[in-house]
Every structure is written in C-alpha cells, then in structure tokens.
C-alpha cells in the first residue's frame, strides 16, 4: 500500500439510512465529501458530481476504505461526493433481517439503486464502482437507467449464471452460515476474494484458518514458516473481520440471492450503454468469466484491464495500477481533469491533468 500523504481538505462523512417500502428493507449510506467544496454556508451536501460504490459478499462499504485513501487515489475526493452504498443487512455488527425475510434479488437491487438516489436527492450522473456481487449489481442499475449513470468500474464483474461447481460449494456455505461464520465459509470466501495459489505459504496460511476454526486439518496441522506476506496478513485481517463484523445470518442471505442470480450476458451489447472499465487479475479464479463477459460488450465503450500476476484482491495487493487506470478514466467525464499523480511521476513522468489526446493513447488496455 502507498504511503499516506496530508489532504489539503477534510473530509466528513454521513450516514444515512434509506428504507425501500417495496422491498421492506434498508440500505445504509456512507456519504464522504471534502468539506471546502461546500459553498460558503451552505448546508447541503454536493450532490451534483458522485461516485456511488457497491461492495461484494462477504463485505460492505468498508471494502473500498483502503483503496480511496491511498496515496494515489485520495485526489478523487477533490470536487467529487463519494457514496458508499451497503446492502441491507451486510453493515458492521447488524441486526438480523426479519425471519421469513426474503432477500431481493440481483435485479431488484440493481433497480433499487433507483430509489436509494432518489431519496439522497442525487440529480447529477454518477459513476459506480463495483466490486463482484456490487459489480453485477450496478450493471443492473445501469441498463435499467442508462442516462443516469456516465460510467462504471467494474472489479471482477460476471454477468453469466453462476457454474456449477460454484453453486454446490455456494449452497452448503448458505446451509450453514444461520449458525456463524465457519470453517467452510472462510474457505468459500477466502477463494472468492483472495483466488486460488499454488503458493504453500499461502496454503499453509488457509490450513492454519482452519485449524484455528476446529476443522479436520487440524490433525494435521501446518509448519510453522517464514513470517506471513502482506497478502497473507490481507487474508489474516479479513478472517477476523468476518468472525467479529458481518451478521453471518445475513451474508447468507445476500450469498443466496447472488447464487441464484439470472445472466444478463446476451443483454450487454444492446443494454449497457454507457462506458466501462472492466477489471479483473490475470490469476483470479473468475478471470475467464470476466473475459467472457467482456466479449459481449459493446468494444467502442469497453476498456478491459486484466492485470499481469494479479488475482482477486486488486485493490489491495496492485492499487498503483488500478488507480491510475481508474483517474484517467473518470477524467473523460471531466471528474479528475486537475489531478495530478504522485507515486508514479518520478518514474513514468505521467500526469492525470494530461491531454484528452494522450489519456485516449493510454486505453491500450481496451478490447481490440
């Protein structure tokens, strides 16, 4: 992770509760903005230039925190309202939704969006950022209101059924999961966020998960090794965030509902409108179905990063790159013109306020 550097700004947040009637539940939104571009005495939030963030299971609106602060990426707050938006039942510590509660699906969540910018009073387009189910979810938002939105990040973004084998381990974590967070659920969710490796540092440190959980692998247990990696200490962190922060009753529920999502993927040439960054990590278990994905998109608006060596945790273990790819996207749309990179100035001698000709010579990444 890049070193923090001072805000010429302070940022402020609030949280306000928006409650669907239809859908008789609640979202949670965390609304952070730079407190000097509040005109002078004036109380509303700025409203008019957002970014609406939607997390994957396993997670809420604090899976995008690290990211935003890095060094390279703090600049977006500059003239730009960042809402994060946690699906019902997914925020820290929450209560459990109504037994019998039937969680919305995919696309009524994606239509929900509709509502939830409605009652924030949002009249400007936004750009979402979307992480798997988030992902998935604003593709939804975006092909039901296509002149909302003026574009999406999309971070390992499947639009087809979910396979197979996937659904059988999804169902027997959602089987288990009214109980608490468990060993089978860690595993299921350290695939899902973390990918698969070939790494025996990285086994071993799954082994151990388990072994502390009270699994079979405990009679055979894992040799003590070299201190753990970062991406290690990633996983570590999320574990114990999972044990202590998520309702476990209810990210089987939002589980649930993204298991038994509808595909969308013959839809997206004609339906998604709108310009996208597709994202995804050359080693990531979801990789093939990101490239499916990408394949059916209209190429004209569709710039597809598959980043070298990368598996699912992007954000975590290669923001360098993915927040460069993201500053020079959002600066189309006129939302980071006046940014200015600092990690990577020195060696690639880059800047965001660059010309809209040389940020076009930057889309190498787009399909051919």
Same mark, same amino acid.
């Given at each position: 992770?890049?070193?923090?550097?001072?805000?010429?700004?302070?940022?402020?947040?609030?949280?306000?509760?928006?409650?669907?009637?239809?859908?008789?539940?609640?979202?949670?939104?965390?609304?952070?903005?730079?407190?000097?571009?509040?005109?002078?005495?004036?109380?509303? @939030?700025? /409203?008019?230039? %957002? $970014?609406?963030?939607?997390? &994957?299971?396993?997670?809420?609106?604090?899976?995008?925190? #690290? =990211?935003?602060?890095?060094?390279?990426?703090?600049?977006?707050?500059?003239?730009?309202?960042?809402?994060?938006?946690?699906?019902?039942?997914?925020?820290?510590?929450?209560?459990?939704?109504?037994?019998?509660?039937?969680?919305?699906?995919? @696309?009524? /969540?994606?239509? %929900? $969006?509709?509502?939830?910018? &409605?009652?924030?009073?949002?009249?400007?387009?936004?750009? #979402? =950022?979307?992480?798997?189910?988030?992902?998935?979810?604003?593709?939804?938002?975006?092909?039901?209101?296509?002149?909302?939105?003026?574009?999406?990040?999309?971070?390992?973004?499947?639009?087809?059924?979910?396979?197979?084998?996937?659904?059988?381990?999804?169902?027997?974590?959602?089987?288990?999961?009214?109980?608490?967070?468990?060993?089978?659920?860690?595993?299921?969710?350290?695939?899902?966020?973390?990918?698969?490796?070939?790494?025996?540092?990285?086994?071993?440190?799954?082994?151990?998960?388990?072994?502390?959980?009270?699994?079979?692998?405990?009679?055979?247990?894992?040799?003590?090794?070299?201190?753990?990696?970062?991406?290690?200490?990633?996983?570590?962190?999320?574990?114990?965030?999972?044990?202590?922060?998520?309702?476990?009753?209810?990210?089987?529920?939002?589980?649930?509902?993204?298991?038994?999502?509808?595909?969308?993927?013959?839809?997206?040439?004609?339906?998604?409108?709108?310009?996208?960054?597709?994202?995804?990590?050359?080693?990531?278990?979801?990789?093939?179905?990101?490239?499916?994905?990408?394949?059916?998109?209209?190429?004209?608006?569709?710039?597809?990063?598959?980043?070298?060596?990368?598996?699912?945790?992007?954000?975590?273990?290669?923001?360098?790159?993915?927040?460069?790819?993201?500053?020079?996207?959002?600066?189309?749309?006129?939302?980071?013109?006046?940014?200015?990179?600092?990690?990577?100035?020195?060696?690639?001698?880059?800047?965001?306020?660059?010309?809209?000709?040389?940020?076009?010579?930057?889309?190498?990444?787009?399909?051919?």
């Amino acid at each position: 992770m890049g070193e923090g550097r001072t805000l010429p700004f302070q940022l402020q947040e609030v949280e306000k509760k928006i409650y669907h009637e239809e859908l008789e539940c609640t979202f949670t939104c965390h609304i952070k903005y730079a407190e000097s571009y509040l005109a002078k005495g004036e109380k509303r @939030l700025p /409203l008019d230039k %957002a $970014i609406i963030t939607i997390h &994957d299971i396993g997670a809420n609106h604090t899976q995008f925190h #690290g =990211f935003l602060q890095h060094s390279d990426m703090r600049c977006i707050y500059r003239g730009i309202t960042v809402i994060h938006i946690t699906m019902p039942g997914q925020e820290e510590e929450g209560d459990d939704l109504p037994k019998g509660f039937k969680y919305p699906s995919m @696309l009524q /969540l994606g239509e %929900a $969006i509709g509502v939830v910018l &409605d009652k924030l009073e949002i009249k400007g387009d936004i750009v #979402g =950022f979307g992480v798997g189910a988030g992902a998935n979810i604003l593709c939804r938002f975006a092909m039901a209101f296509p002149n909302r939105v003026l574009g999406l990040i999309l971070l390992e973004c499947t639009a087809d059924n979910v396979g197979l084998l996937e659904w059988a381990e999804d169902k027997r974590v959602v089987a288990t999961l009214h109980k608490g967070i468990n060993a089978s659920a860690e595993k299921y969710l350290l695939w899902h966020h973390f990918g698969s490796t070939k790494s025996s540092k990285t086994m071993t440190k799954v082994k151990g998960f388990l072994t502390k959980m009270g699994s079979q692998s405990a009679m055979n247990p894992p040799t003590p090794a070299e201190p753990p990696s970062i991406r290690e200490q990633e996983m570590d962190i999320y574990i114990e965030y999972l044990r202590t922060q998520m309702n476990s009753n209810n990210l089987g529920l939002f589980i649930e509902s993204y298991m038994h999502r509808v595909s969308f993927i013959n839809k997206l040439k004609d339906e998604l409108n709108v310009d996208t960054l597709l994202v995804t990590g050359s080693k990531s278990p979801h990789n093939r179905r990101v490239e499916e994905m990408a394949q059916h998109m209209d190429k004209g608006k569709t710039t597809f990063l598959n980043i070298t060596g990368a598996s699912t945790d992007v954000m975590e273990m290669y923001p360098d790159r993915l927040a460069e790819s993201i500053l020079y996207f959002v600066q189309g749309f006129g939302l980071a013109a006046s940014q200015r990179r600092g990690s990577l100035q020195a060696n690639r001698k880059l800047s965001l306020c660059s010309t809209m000709m040389e940020a076009d010579a930057y889309q190498t990444a787009a399909l051919p």
